[in-house]
């Protein structure tokens, strides 16, 4: 049975890692170079009192690899050494975060690699967005129950609508925006057992299936990490998520896309 890090040893963690503002001058920390998107050892050069936020210098102890062989960083950038870091396993879901702590999106661990450093796959997204971040970067998935109510006020059967997109064109003196009206889209079937019937293409079988519970990540504002939802396929095995818009509207967004149907009740 595998062994997991609480998850409040975590928080301690990342908190006691990128909070610290007390360093001095000949502390032996954990630097973020930012060109190599890597932590390496170095020791703090400079105060720099002058800035505001303040700032360290940080001296990498082998310059090798690096492009500057010092560093003026933020508090979010130095690190003690030695901090034993959370495990994440194969295939593990997990949200993901920018070096400056600010949340970036839900993914799925792919590769473990040296130097507590994990590649992740992120939801819905093709091959080309993996990247290998450091385990500071990664916390586990947040949870949302099927009981929530924002999972429950997308049960029912929907009218969906393709939103239109505005084009430009130009007639050689003026710049228009010109915006259509949308189309009606196949109907949608949410049920409280955990299932769904989507007649996402007119004249087609519809698409069958069983949906998951999809959290939002705490400080995203926009986007399908934004809300609470769920998340199912279409027929082209396309992941959407689902999520209430108003009283008795949802939306439908495809994940990495950006693509959205907007979805009335049928009563």
Not at 3 to 31: M, Y
Not at 99 to 109: H, I, Y
């Amino acid at each position: 049975m595998r062994k997991l890090i609480p998850f409040c040893l975590f928080i301690l963690c990342v908190h006691i890692c990128s909070a610290q503002t007390n360093w001095k001058v000949g502390d032996k920390v954990e630097a973020f170079d930012m060109y190599n998107n890597t932590w390496s050892n170095g020791t703090v050069s400079i105060v720099l009192t002058d800035r505001t936020p303040i700032q360290w210098r940080v001296t990498f102890d082998d310059p090798k690899g690096h492009t500057f062989e010092y560093l003026s960083l933020t508090s979010a950038q130095i690190r003690a050494r030695g901090i034993k870091a959370p495990t994440f396993q194969l295939n593990q879901r997990v949200d993901v975060y920018y070096t400056s702590g600010d949340p970036k999106g839900r993914a799925t661990v792919i590769e473990r690699q040296p130097n507590g450093r994990y590649k992740v796959h992120y939801d819905g997204c093709g091959a080309y967005r993996d990247e290998s971040v450091d385990w500071s970067q990664v916390k586990p998935e947040s949870t949302v129950s099927a009981s929530d109510p924002d999972i429950k006020a997308t049960l029912g059967k929907w009218a969906m609508f393709v939103y239109s997109y505005p084009n430009t064109y130009s007639d050689g003196n003026y710049v228009y925006r010109v915006y259509g009206t949308g189309a009606k889209a196949p109907p949608l079937q949410i049920n409280a057992d955990g299932t769904y019937t989507w007649y996402d293409e007119f004249n087609k079988p519809p698409v069958k299936g069983n949906w998951a519970t999809h959290a939002k990540i705490a400080g995203v504002t926009m986007g399908t990490e934004a809300v609470n939802g769920i998340i199912l396929k279409d027929s082209h095995n396309v992941y959407w998520k689902i999520s209430k818009d108003r009283q008795d509207h949802i939306e439908a967004r495809m994940l990495c896309s950006g693509q959205t149907q907007g979805g009335t009740r049928i009563k």
